[in-house]
């Protein structure tokens, strides 16, 4: 961005304008983010767990983002047993931080899913869906033969709250999106 932003509006535009951008470019930076949710500890305590995923779909009007994963991800049963997630984001090029608060769910059938899967099956990508253990599994030595679709997942994170700061020379700036109010906060 050559011109900084000067309204909440241009933000927000911007924002969803970049997040638009990122699930069609495999270059741009927000593409790739952590995901960060809730799981017990080995003493039954909430603690944060985060990992990077990747970003497939932006949907302004519904404020929507979603994500392919596994159905046997840990994320997934930890998004099932506790929606409540945050996004992270961070694109050197444009000096901004994006933190999206959303609520998740999560499809591994029905419509959305199979027409989704029909979109990938072919694709290279499908392998990271089609492996017959679940992530994580400790192997023998060798990657098992593929299986079939059944493993296939979409999370969709509807975003609450976004808070946004750009981090610039002349001076850094915050503003935060949600419950239909926008307002510059101090970085």
Not at 32 to 54: E, I, K, N, W
Not at 86 to 107: F, I, K, N, P, Y
Request: net charge neutral.
């Amino acid at each position: 961005m050559n011109q900084r932003l000067s309204t909440l509006e241009e933000v927000e535009a911007a924002v969803w304008d970049e997040l638009q951008r990122c699930v069609r470019a495999r270059g741009h930076a927000w593409r790739t983010c952590v995901l960060a949710s809730m799981a017990p500890d080995q003493a039954g305590q909430p603690v944060a767990d985060a990992r990077l995923v990747v970003l497939r779909e932006a949907d302004t009007v519904a404020r929507q983002l979603r994500i392919y994963t596994d159905s046997r991800a840990r994320k997934v049963s930890q998004l099932r047993s506790n929606p409540v997630a945050t996004l992270v984001m961070w694109s050197a090029e444009l000096g901004w931080q994006l933190r999206c608060s959303v609520v998740c769910s999560v499809e591994d059938d029905g419509l959305a899913v199979s027409s989704r899967w029909t979109h990938i099956r072919l694709s290279p990508g499908a392998q990271d869906y089609l492996s017959p253990t679940a992530p994580g599994t400790p192997l023998a030595g060798h990657t098992p033969a593929a299986a079939q679709r059944e493993h296939f997942a979409l999370i969709t994170a509807t975003i609450t709250c976004i808070d946004w700061m750009e981090l610039n020379a002349d001076g850094h700036r915050r503003a935060v999106f949600g419950d239909g109010h926008a307002r510059w906060v101090q970085p």
